[in-house]
């Protein structure tokens, strides 16, 4: 048999389903997740635990509407079981400071008292405490500001996805000067670069959609539980293409490319299938199986004059008129010369 947990326990937990202001939590979807751990309580019992914790921690209750609703003080410092150490802040500080530019505003200042907290314990470790001086976070390639995410979407669409809630959302569809409103069944959330984009079905529909967090104007939780479609599966609809701009299904593509793109293929292949023919004359041949994608055309036009697409042929077409059209603007026939 199963031992009770303890009082502490269960404190630790309600600590950590606490958000931190402006977000907060009722104590009905504290129960909730509590029960979600196989630990049940009362009402009242968890508010007595409650307000016994911020008695210790800077917790606070909004009693302006029931249930009353908890959240961690803005600027309370981050706490943790066990204390972190410097190995971890170091670790921690070099994750923020990729995740830094990539992700919205919003679910970057959920952090900053992580990155507080690990800048207090490598200040004091002798060995990692001039960090500043030995690590660097060097994006690569060239990278555009992340859009703005309203921390009150964030805060909503998070919640649904754990609690497992549809919501009603207006949202802003791209080229549109109005809003749209509908309720949303969340599946999954995926970050890809600079976005985040929820997977999701509309309405009473089954087909499985993608909304970007940066377009929802407001996002409203709803008591109605959200279904996950029979058998679907997030890898294989990311491995399929379904969030990038397609333009067509998976292609055998075929290209020359000179020495140095070959070595850069060789360390990080386009697919499990690919095959490397080695450079002869300063090229060599490249063939893997990918998905006809718009960041595919991309990808061979950021290589300019390095790379020749041999097949598909409408892809070697496409790029070929784009690189007249691009090579016309630079002898004075699309603008100043």
């Not at 500043?132 to 998070?158: E, I, Q, T």
Request: hydrophobic content about 40%; overall charge neutral.
């Amino acid at each position: 048999m199963a031992a009770m947990p303890r009082p502490a326990d269960v404190g630790h937990l309600l600590l950590s389903f606490i958000p931190r202001q402006p977000s907060a939590i009722d104590t009905t979807r504290l129960l909730a997740r509590l029960e979600d751990h196989g630990i049940k309580r009362t009402q009242r019992a968890i508010q007595a635990l409650l307000h016994d914790l911020a008695e210790v921690f800077p917790i606070d209750c909004d009693t302006k509407s029931k249930p009353y609703r908890w959240y961690w003080l803005k600027d309370a410092p981050a706490y943790e079981f066990p204390p972190m150490n410097a190995h971890t802040a170091l670790t921690l500080k070099l994750a923020y400071g990729m995740m830094d530019d990539l992700l919205p505003r919003a679910s970057s200042e959920q952090l900053r008292a992580q990155q507080r907290r690990a800048d207090e314990v490598l200040a004091k470790a002798t060995s990692a405490g001039m960090w500043s001086r030995k690590v660097r976070v060097f994006p690569r390639g060239f990278n555009v500001l992340p859009p703005k995410v309203d921390r009150r979407v964030l805060g909503a669409v998070y919640d649904a996805l754990f609690e497992d809630r549809c919501f009603h959302v207006r949202y802003r569809l791209r080229g549109k000067t109005h809003d749209s409103e509908f309720d949303v069944n969340p599946i999954a959330l995926v970050a890809r670069g600079s976005l985040l984009t929820l997977v999701c079905t509309i309405g009473a529909s089954e087909e499985i959609r993608q909304l970007h967090l940066h377009r929802m104007k407001s996002a409203t939780p709803l008591e109605r539980a959200a279904r996950r479609p029979p058998g679907f599966d997030l890898d294989a609809h990311i491995g399929e293409g379904n969030l990038s701009f397609r333009m067509g299904t998976e292609v055998k593509l075929v290209a020359r490319v000179t020495e140095p793109v070959a070595e850069t293929l060789s360390e990080t292949p386009m697919s499990a299938d690919q095959t490397l023919s080695p450079p002869s004359d300063g090229w060599a041949r490249v063939e893997a199986t990918v998905v006809d994608t718009l960041e595919l055309r991309a990808w061979i036009a950021s290589y300019g004059p390095n790379i020749e697409v041999l097949e598909p042929a409408a892809i070697r077409e496409e790029i070929a008129a784009n690189a007249r059209t691009t090579a016309a603007l630079y002898v004075g026939q699309g603008g100043a010369s």
